[in-house]
């Protein structure tokens, strides 16, 4: 049973770079927990940890003779940096793995080293997903003056070619709840952290596409974003739209 979204990665090879625009250009508050994971996952870690919604995780290979920093760089020579993998818990992730090898998905075995079993994304429409046990990371960190008040991920977009395909996968393979919404897309919802979004695109690339962030005055933002250097769009719904290390954020009015 998943029990929770409770972070989206994203890779790069600049980690310094990574953890200074999260933490100082957009203010939220990061945790570098690379002292651990370098030497036991051969993989630079940090993980932005703003209220609500899910956490945002950098990552970087650090140790070519590593599980974890082989399958980064393979993404990065293959895809570029950008969105890597979205993050999955369950009570038990050995027996979350057999139950969804069960249901038809390529769940791959345990890297070594790893705490959680991954999917293939030939089999959940271009997502690699990491299944960890419950409260795989449970930190948190107050909020700094640099602050713009920022949610964590409220919704990540995934672009599908086949909404039909991808429901009879995330809401039948996974056993996640969801439901069309207005427009057209399926609202998944996990029991905890923010929303899936499977949004049919006709030819485009399959895979994590958008995270969907929020504030409570984002029509105050855009100041603060250029006094920063952050380049920014306003789209048609008055949201800002970032493109930060190869990753679509969209950060909108906190809903009410």
């Known amino acids: 049973m998943i029990t929770a979204m409770p972070r989206i990665a994203i890779a790069s090879e600049d980690f310094e770079g990574m953890v200074t625009t ?3 250009q957009l203010g939220m508050p990061v945790i570098d927990i690379s002292g651990d ?12 940890v703003p209220p609500g919604g899910s956490n945002i995780e950098l990552m970087s290979p650090a140790n070519p003779d590593a599980p974890l920093s082989q399958s980064l760089s393979r993404f990065l020579t293959r895809k570029g940096e950008g969105l890597f993998a979205l993050m999955l818990e369950a009570p038990d992730p050995d027996a979350e793995a057999e139950r969804l090898l069960g249901a038809g998905l390529n769940v791959l075995p345990l890297m070594a080293g790893a705490a ?16 960890y046990p419950n409260k795989s990371f449970d930190h948190k960190r107050d909020e700094t003056e640099l602050s713009l008040g920022l ?3 409220e919704e990540v977009v995934i672009a599908v070619n086949n909404l039909g395909l991808a429901e009879e996968t995330y809401l039948e393979a996974l056993d996640l709840d969801g439901s069309m919404d207005a427009i057209g897309r399926l609202n998944i919802e996990p029991p905890s952290g923010g929303h899936i979004i499977l949004d049919e695109i006709p030819d485009h690339r399959e895979g994590l596409a958008a995270l969907h962030l929020s504030c409570d005055n984002v029509k105050q933002l855009p100041q603060t974003l ?3 250097d952050i380049p920014f769009r306003l789209n048609q719904n008055e949201e800002c739209e970032l493109a930060v290390f190869g990753t679509h954020i969209v950060i909108r009015e906190r809903r009410t």
């Open 22 to 24: 999260f933490r100082d």
């Open 151 to 153: 949610s964590g991920i």
């Open 226 to 228: 250029k006094a920063r």
């Open 116 to 131: 959680g079993r991954d999917v293939h994304p030939n089999s959940t429409h271009g997502v690699l997903i990491r299944i």
């Open 37 to 48: 994971t370098v030497d036991s996952l051969g993989a630079h870690l940090a993980m932005c």
